[in-house]
């Protein structure tokens, strides 16, 4: 998905995995957007703000951020225990709601704040998993530009994803895996953005929270 048409500004999403090998923040690349005035989205999911309770205050707390909802253990989204990418889905109506709510429930406590978004684990989640999350007052939002492929690519290929950009495209990148090349890419790319007039914008800036949909 990309933000509503005429849209201007770009939406740029962080995903904090947790889990192993995704525990931590990308501190460089949290630098880059402060630095630059750059305003962010941060998708937590639940096992990464019980890792990271302090980190998860410090995000909230930051004016340019907005936290949204990325699940509690990081899995896939089904009903029927379908898998992606390899990772088991959630077996159940009922695991749905859990995964949905443990993190909204993390997030709540340690922030005072109620997501709004939310994207699960991988990104992957069918359709009756999709209609629980907006009966649970929650807009489900992936992407239309992958940024660095899971935190996989190298400095100039995320910088490239990044200046290919254009005004309504939202774009994923990783958090959490600092020995990546995301935080370099990004801090290379968003000096040619501004050049060229791009702005940038939380997700509540530019979409419709789901009760305002009804
Ligand atoms: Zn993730």
Redesign the pocket.
């Known amino acids: 998905m990309s933000l509503p048409e005429g849209t201007e500004p770009v939406a740029l999403t962080f995903?904090c995995?947790g889990g192993p090998g995704g525990d931590t923040l990308d501190e460089a690349l949290v630098k880059a957007l402060r630095g630059s005035g750059t305003a962010a989205t941060f998708?937590l999911?639940g096992r990464w703000v019980e890792a990271n309770p302090a980190l998860t205050e410090e995000l909230a707390a930051d004016p340019l951020f907005e936290i949204a909802n990325?699940g509690t253990a990081?899995q896939p989204l089904s009903v029927s225990g379908a898998s992606a990418y390899g990772i088991a889905g959630t077996t159940d109506a009922a695991a749905v709601y859990d995964e949905i709510m443990g993190a909204q429930k993390l997030i709540e406590e340690r922030t005072g704040a109620t997501p709004t978004f939310f994207r699960s684990?991988?990104?992957h989640l069918d359709d009756v998993s999709a209609e629980i999350a907006r009966s649970l007052g929650l807009l489900v939002v992936n992407f239309n530009r992958n940024g660095d492929d899971g935190g996989t690519l190298p400095a100039p290929s995320v910088s490239d994803r990044l200046v290919g950009m254009e005004p309504g495209d939202i774009l994923l990148a990783?958090s959490n895996r600092p020995s990546g090349g995301t935080a370099a890419g990004v801090t290379a790319a968003l000096p040619v953005l501004r050049e060229r007039g791009m702005s940038f914008a939380r997700l509540s800036d530019v979409l419709p929270t789901e009760a305002e949909q009804d």
């Open positions: 995903d995995c998708f999911a990325h990081h684990g991988t990104a990783r």
